[in-house]
DNA sequence: TTGCTCCTCACGTCACGTGAGGTGGC
DNA sequence: TTGCTCCTCACGTCACGTGAGGTGGC
């Protein structure tokens, strides 16, 4: 009978850190942290050896890292099944490039704010906006949902006034009650101005806003995305200010135009203070 | 005479905060760091105020920390005229799209490599490499640097042989004594055999290869590339590890064709390491 | 003995967030 | 008195890097 028991080739902190191009810091803390645990530590010494076969779990974590995929994330896809695996990647990775996208918009949008440092490219206007009788939704939401929803709501209130035998009395438009972005979300109000009263259903509330006057520039489709939307709103707060007046209850946004009918550079909305 | 003195509308910082988009608590720091310092501090209380006139430095702030430029690099922009601070701008984006586009190639590379977990696509085959001459230029460099001073110094080797009337005596090579990354900078040495002595000039040394065998397994010129190249290297190594061999010496690429003569999917390069 | 590799704390980095515990004006 | 806003520490987060001070085998 020929048999051998070939000892499994350890390797110690060093030798592995070199193969598996990670610090030996980071194997202490993927030790510790129970993502890449050695095959044995000397009950002595303390000692951490690893065995060959651990390699590519450790070149994985590696490559992950480079990513700058966030340690838990990176122990969940090495339980996965490679098909999950990757699908996880992708989900993670999209993240990445949807937020270099936004990123990317803000940097074109802040290489024209930086050239023309000081003037404003918005026209401020005031007007007097009667009482009137407005349906809306409102709801607490993040940066994702909100274009689905203002424009989804907008449909459910439009569709609800006609089978109400009621008519629209001016165009819809978004209360923003708290801003919407990571760390705030909302609530944004979607209102429909209507000429009778009519009853609402599920969500939506029938509501008076009372007579105001309020500051507003006009954008474009263009202009409406972030960030750019941003300096619309800080000419109109600006132009408040510089005339002495306060602003006297939440931003919101006019939509005058359908969407789909326009080009990105023409007309689309108003962005709007009220002030006193 | 008619004269009466404004005083600059103060905000708190909780007023200050809301009309910058900035937390109370970065607000803080940033005064400690001297990047926003407000216009009065209250000598008693400690309290902070800040002037309308800094909500625009606030928000350029915020905007900028968006992008995660780091402080210290937002306090440089915001000491620059316009047109410099936009060219400072674009200098850090195209840092960071260079460093997306380095991740996007490795979440290609990982994708390809999940699925097939296990298996490889490498044919990893040893060769006897016998005695040889080279004339060499060493140098340590970082990653940008690599691949301009492989291609420079296998030029100035090949001109200064054929000065000479000498030949050469096989395809040139490199020899990664040290990694190329960013902790580490090689050192990286561009080898070419010669068939007969050459004086070497300036960075040149002119030296002797041991005869040795190596493990190799030749890469097209798409797998060349960061970080595809890599898997090859693990083949290789892997390769002599189950064989029970183990490495002799640095690993080497071996450029048998010239780079602009090929397609990316054609043969370009051996990946070698010398075993024993 | 010297040099090398390993060990365990402990503290630093970066840009904040999150309490803890207290003050001051309406 | 209650609630709100402000203050200053101090500690937590994340994924390590960087010593300090010590051990163990060649």
Redesign the pocket.
């Known amino acids: 009978m020929m048999s051998h028991t070939t000892a499994p080739p350890l390797m110690?902190?060093?030798?592995f850190?070199r193969s598996s191009r990670l610090?030996?810091?980071?194997l202490?803390?993927?030790d510790q942290l129970g993502l890449l645990v050695?095959a044995r530590?000397d009950a002595?010494?303390?000692?951490?050896y690893y065995s060959a076969d651990q390699v590519d779990r450790a070149r994985l974590i590696s490559l992950l890292?480079r990513l700058d995929m966030?340690?838990?994330?990176i122990a969940a896809v090495l339980d996965m099944s490679a098909s999950e695996a990757v699908a996880e990647l992708g989900r993670f990775w999209s993240e990445v490039e949807e937020s270099v996208a936004v990123r990317r918009r803000l940097v074109a949008y802040l290489e024209r704010h930086l050239e023309g440092r000081g003037e404003t490219m918005y026209d401020v206007r005031t007007r007097q906006v009667p009482k009137q009788r407005a349906l809306t939704i409102q709801r607490a939401l993040t940066v994702e949902g909100l274009s689905d929803f203002i424009m989804e709501s907008t449909g459910v209130l439009y569709t609800h006034v006609e089978k109400s035998g009621a008519k629209t009395a001016g165009p819809s438009f978004v209360i923003y009650h708290g801003e919407v972005n990571e760390?705030s979300d909302g609530p944004v109000e979607v209102c429909l101005p209507v000429d009778s009263d009519v009853d609402p259903v599920g969500e939506m509330t029938l509501r008076t806003e009372p007579a105001h006057t309020e500051a507003y520039t006009t954008i474009t489709l263009q202009q409406c995305k972030f960030p750019g939307i941003l300096e619309a709103y800080s000419a109109v707060e600006g132009w408040i200010q510089e005339n002495g007046h306060e602003i006297a209850a939440s931003p919101r946004e006019v939509y005058f135009v359908e969407h789909s009918k326009i080009g990105p550079d023409d007309p689309f909305c108003d962005v709007a203070y009220p002030f006193r």
Chains 1, 2 share one sequence.
């Open positions: 110690t902190i060093g030798a850190s610090s030996v810091k980071a202490r803390l993927y050695p530590i002595d010494s303390g000692y951490r890292r966030p340690l838990q994330r760390d």
